[in-house]
């Protein structure tokens, strides 16, 4: 197996090729003067299992064309299998069409990825690993939230209240209360499809004088992660942290969240990031020595 760590994912692509001691194909990349990607591989992959790192957070676009290229690039050149590890999968929360005549966006890119000879995809906490799931592409989706957890029992936090956001995402609060032991439930929250506003549904908790983390995969605009950390201040709990896989931190999220009431904000490294305090470089190997 050889890694190639992808402009995105250059320092995870690394971690992940020290923990498998597996060859490093390097990327050669740039922008063209009029914003086309350029992408040439560093080294043989011929007759390789390859993996290609790359995440598509912000400029998804760009991601996914760098992806594609080097892609498509590894089987001209004779790689005999190509895995993407994409932790961030961006699209996947146009899961459907929403509204009529709307692209059902996950669907356009699993077939681009398909076309470019992606054999299999790794994801992390992918939006909607069902929907993944349902294309020809093999997906494999495994869970961070068991590391968010432990960072935070290994800070003192054990018995923390944990939280999701939905009860659909239940199992998100379950998995991380599997580590801090402090028991778990939910808030719900709702968007306005035309204005993005977040509103939360009303709910008591029984976090009065606890420490509580509130689990989500994603923080964009950190309206949603805002409103939950408050509504758990708002009840009395001690300390709040924000806890998610994917952080795109976009439009000032830090400082909504901040604002709510959270005492800090902690995320992986599937979007480098400034919260980036949890490697997700172990799930992942683990997961590829699994394939292999
Ligand atoms: C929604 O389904 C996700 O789980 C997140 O709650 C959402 O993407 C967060 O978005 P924002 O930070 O913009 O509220």
Do not use: W
């Amino acid at each position: 197996m050889i890694i190639i760590p992808g402009p995105a994912s250059q320092k995870l692509g690394q971690k992940i090729a020290a923990l498998l001691g597996a060859r490093v194909v390097s990327v050669e990349f740039k922008a063209f003067p009029d914003g086309e990607s350029y992408i040439r591989l560093g080294g043989e992959v011929e007759g390789e299992d390859a993996v290609i790192v790359q995440t598509t957070s912000p400029p998804q676009d760009t991601h996914f064309v760098q992806l594609f290229l080097m892609a498509d690039a590894a089987r001209d050149l004779g790689a005999k299998t190509v895995t993407a590890v994409v932790p961030y999968f961006a699209y996947a929360r146009q899961d459907k069409r929403f509204l009529s005549g709307e692209a059902f966006s996950v669907k356009t890119i699993m077939k681009l990825l398909e076309a470019c000879g992606i054999n299999r995809i790794v994801t992390v906490n992918a939006h909607n690993p069902k929907v993944l799931k349902s294309f020809r592409v093999p997906v494999k989706d495994v869970s961070a939230v068991t590391l968010l957890a432990e960072h935070f029992k290994k800070r003192g936090f054990d018995k923390a209240f944990s939280i999701s956001v939905g009860k659909k995402a239940l199992a998100v609060a379950k998995e991380a209360d599997n580590i801090l032991k402090g028991g778990y439930g939910y808030v719900s929250t709702s968007r306005d499809r035309v204005t993005g506003k977040v509103e939360i549904e009303k709910k008591s908790l029984p976090v009065k004088n606890r420490d509580v983390i509130v689990f989500d995969d994603i923080i964009s605009s950190g309206g949603t992660m805002a409103k939950a950390v408050k509504a758990a201040k708002d009840q009395g709990a001690r300390r709040v942290y924000a806890a998610c896989v994917h952080a795109l931190l976009a439009e000032g999220a830090e400082e909504k969240i901040l604002g709510g009431g959270a005492d800090g904000i902690v995320g992986t490294d599937c979007i480098p990031s400034s919260v980036s305090k949890v490697s997700v470089a172990p799930l992942i190997t683990e997961a590829l020595r699994k394939i292999a």
